[in-house]
């Protein structure tokens, strides 16, 4: 079971924008983040919640995905996640980051997605001082993660690590998305 939500729980960078993901979904995915490990039990993050269309929009126009395919735009036009859930640290219950605790959090809220017929994205790639200032977060919120949610609308292969050692992940002509992950041999010590 938990191999099975392992392999769908794939980078989804294209969604079925008819399906709305609601605020109850987005609680119920930090409901399980809550529960993980958090270093020295500080538990300092914080969970911004973007269901409503204007707010989504907002969002998805700070973030930028698959920096690797630079010839793409994405997601497609009409294809963006339907929901937003931005992971914030409270510096002032632990002023050094605490990544680790994003890590685990954030991929617990992706599994727990994709058990519920769901999927998303972890995007690192945005202005963090321009999505506070967005999203009027307060002073002490540091943006750490942003997690897109939605219902996945396109195919993701993996496939495994060649010879070369290449691991970009690329797209064919159908646009379905290929992710070549190492083999168990080649990562053991
Ligand atoms: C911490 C972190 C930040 C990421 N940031 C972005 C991002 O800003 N934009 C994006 O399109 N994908 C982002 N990704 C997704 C990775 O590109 C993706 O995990 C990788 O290509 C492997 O695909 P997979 O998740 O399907 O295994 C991020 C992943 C992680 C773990």
């Not at 993901?21 to 409901?31: A, P, Q, R």
């Not at 969002?59 to 010839?71: E, G, Y």
């Not at 994003?102 to 321009?130: H, P, S």
Request: with cysteine.
């Amino acid at each position: 079971m938990i191999k099975e939500l392992v392999r769908k729980n794939r980078s989804y960078r294209g969604y079925d924008s008819s399906y709305q993901v609601t605020k109850e979904e987005l609680l119920d995915l930090v409901d399980c983040a809550r529960l993980t490990p958090s270093s020295i039990n500080r538990q300092p993050l914080r969970y911004y919640l973007a269901w409503e269309k204007e707010k989504v929009e907002l969002i998805q126009s700070m973030t930028k995905w698959a920096a690797a395919l630079p010839k793409l735009t994405l997601p497609h036009p009409g294809m963006c996640p339907t929901a937003f859930i931005v992971i914030c640290q409270d510096m002032k219950l632990a002023p050094n980051p605490f990544l680790k605790d994003v890590g685990i959090a954030a991929q617990t809220i992706l599994l727990a997605a994709v058990e519920k017929g769901l999927g998303g994205c972890m995007i690192g790639n945005f202005n963090a001082k321009t999505v506070k200032e967005k999203l009027s977060l307060p002073e002490n919120m540091e943006v750490q993660l942003i997690v897109a949610i939605g219902k996945p609308a396109e195919t993701v292969v993996l496939t495994e690590v060649g010879e070369d050692g290449n691991t970009a992940y690329y797209r064919d002509d159908n646009d379905v998305h290929y992710v070549p992950k190492r083999k168990l041999e080649d990562i053991i010590l």
